[in-house]
């Protein structure tokens, strides 16, 4: 069902309308834009499948309402996108969700499985991909492009049923609790501080507060200046280019084009604005001048992160997942500096919800001493427990 005008959309909301599970997910083009460019919007429940027009319906509000509802749950596959384009739709964060790519991970499934084999895995058909690089923006959209569209919907029930009866027969439930409380907070998808993006860019370690405030001044004006064009800030500026006018500080117009890789008709349109935000820059107090976080310089004890790698793979293939589910290397690493600065792991990211348990507590004890990666007879790892009387099975 292709949804192209209100009249259909408010017939279409009169079957959703009361349901306790929609499928969703969007397509959309942001290859040149700072936000994402709408192009369609899929939405399916046990009856029916569609595929809603934004770009030719008027007002969409009698369907965001229903996705507003917390009563409704919201099935999405690999959601982050998706939940950023309702975000702005709907001024809020919807809630709850169900992520079926999050779930695949949690069942062993694979950590970044694609909805493609997810389908073929629950229900052993072959999902088309003809129409994968399609201008979703543009019109007309053929019904080849349209059917394409609706089979990322229309598979996305069956495949959350199964997720969520293997979630409870593994008695993992609980663990999606966690996981998707960051997809459900509004925090997620408001707009990055315009003040920190200067933080995001490459090769400026040796500079000095001074040309930290001025590249920290023309950061956000660039970044700001993205989101009211919408646009990609390189296209106003590039990195590089924007770097070396922290460093350099023209003061004039002819200072400014004759800076290498400024674009010139960036010149001509915001030149004056530019020579004002380098001299706020240059005029900030001494004491408001940023400065560079220092790095730490923390290096692990030779072998230490290589062994709770290893117990994290041991773990991962006792409880059948991939080992980047329980812990990646970045985690472990932290895990470590952590406890070796005899910081709280109560605190720590692997001692939060159902990974405290099954991931966090046996790296901690692997720390303390309390636990052993052993080779067995076997030839395999086994993760074991040091006794006063010896080492001993977990």
């Known amino acids: ?3 192209t005008t209100d009249e259909q959309l408010k017939e279409l909301c009169d079957t959703l309308r009361g349901s306790e599970m929609l499928a969703l997910d969007t397509e959309f083009v942001r290859e040149r834009t700072y936000f994402h460019r709408l192009g369609l919007i899929q939405v399916a429940n046990d009856e029916v499948s569609a595929a809603i027009d934004p770009i030719t319906i008027n007002d969409l509000e009698p369907f965001l309402e229903i996705i507003k509802d917390p009563k409704v749950l919201k099935v999405f596959h690999a959601a982050r996108q998706d939940l950023e384009i309702f975000y702005r739709l709907c001024g809020m964060a919807v809630r ?10 949690l069942v062993g499934w694979g950590s970044q499985i694609s909805f493609a084999k997810i389908v073929h895995k629950v229900s ?27 089979d990322d919907v229309r598979y996305l029930g069956p495949v959350y049923k199964r997720l969520n009866s293997l979630m409870n027969k593994m008695d993992r439930k609980e663990w999606i609790v966690g996981e998707f409380q960051c997809l459900e907070d509004p925090k997620n ?6 003040n920190k993006q200067f933080l995001k860019l490459k090769n400026i370690r040796s500079f000095k507060p001074r040309a930290l405030s001025v590249l920290r001044e023309l950061a956000a004006w660039r970044e700001l200046e993205a989101r009211s064009r919408d646009c990609l800030a390189k296209s106003i500026i590039r990195d590089e280019t924007l770097i070396e006018l922290a460093r350099s500080a023209p003061k004039t117009m002819e200072g400014l084009r004759s800076l290498r890789g400024f674009y010139q008709k960036e010149a001509a349109r915001s030149g ?10 240059l005029n900030v107090p001494d004491s408001e001048c940023p400065r560079l976080p220092e790095s730490d310089g923390y290096t692990a004890p030779r072998g230490l992160e290589e062994i ?3 117990g994290v793979q041991v773990r991962a293939e006792e409880m059948k997942i991939e080992a980047n589910v329980l812990a990646d290397r970045k985690q472990i690493h932290d895990f470590v500096k952590c406890f070796e600065r005899n910081q709280d792991l109560e605190e720590h990211f692997l001692f939060q919800s159902w990974r405290k348990e099954c991931i966090g507590e046996t790296l901690a004890s692997l720390l303390h001493g309390r636990t052993a990666l052993v080779i067995g007879q076997d030839r395999k790892a086994q993760l074991m427990k040091v006794e006063s009387n010896g080492i001993h099975s977990e």
């Open 1 to 3: 069902m292709y949804i």
């Open 96 to 105: 709850p969700v169900f992520d079926t790519q999050i779930a695949a991970a």
């Open 124 to 150: 052993k058909k072959h999902i088309c991909k003809a129409h994968r690089y399609t201008d979703w923006c543009r019109r007309p959209l053929s019904e080849g492009q349209i059917e394409y569209a609706l």
């Open 189 to 194: 998808f408001q707009p990055s501080d315009p």
């Open 272 to 281: 004056k604005v530019i020579l004002e935000t380098i001299e706020r820059g």
């Open 308 to 310: 709770l790698a290893a």
